[in-house]
Nanobody, 116 residues
């Protein structure tokens, strides 16, 4: 089992920035993809982006490209999500995930609220 714990969510005004962290533990394997999803009220969970095991390649949803950035520190088993130029439509619960083959591990989620 892999345990993922997110932190850093909160309330921010539109145009502001917020940084999320996700620490992995348990049977975490560093040579795996990590990333972030989000789920807004009444909507399906959507992919925000992900990063490869080396941290050398990232992919993002069109809705966050140019505003969000994912990085990782493998020495700390941690993945980060830097969110800039936040919009009210970014309001959601943000979930960290770890992809191990066909299995996906999830964090408990952290709330991000962007006020207009």
């Amino acid at each position: 089992q892999v345990q993922l714990v997110e932190s850093g969510g909160g309330l921010v005004q539109a145009g502001g920035s917020l940084s999320l962290s996700c620490v992995a533990s348990g049977n975490f394997v560093r040579n795996t993809v990590m990333g972030w999803y989000r789920q807004a009220p009444g909507r399906q969970r959507e992919l925000v982006g992900h990063i490869n095991s080396a941290g050398s390649s990232t992919n993002y949803a069109d809705s966050v490209k140019g505003r969000f950035s994912i990085s990782r520190d493998n020495a700390k088993n941690t993945v980060y999500l830097q969110m800039n130029s936040l919009k009210p439509e970014d309001t959601a619960v943000y979930y960290c995930y770890n992809q191990v083959g066909s299995r996906t591990y999830w964090g408990q989620g952290t709330q991000v609220t962007v006020s207009s």
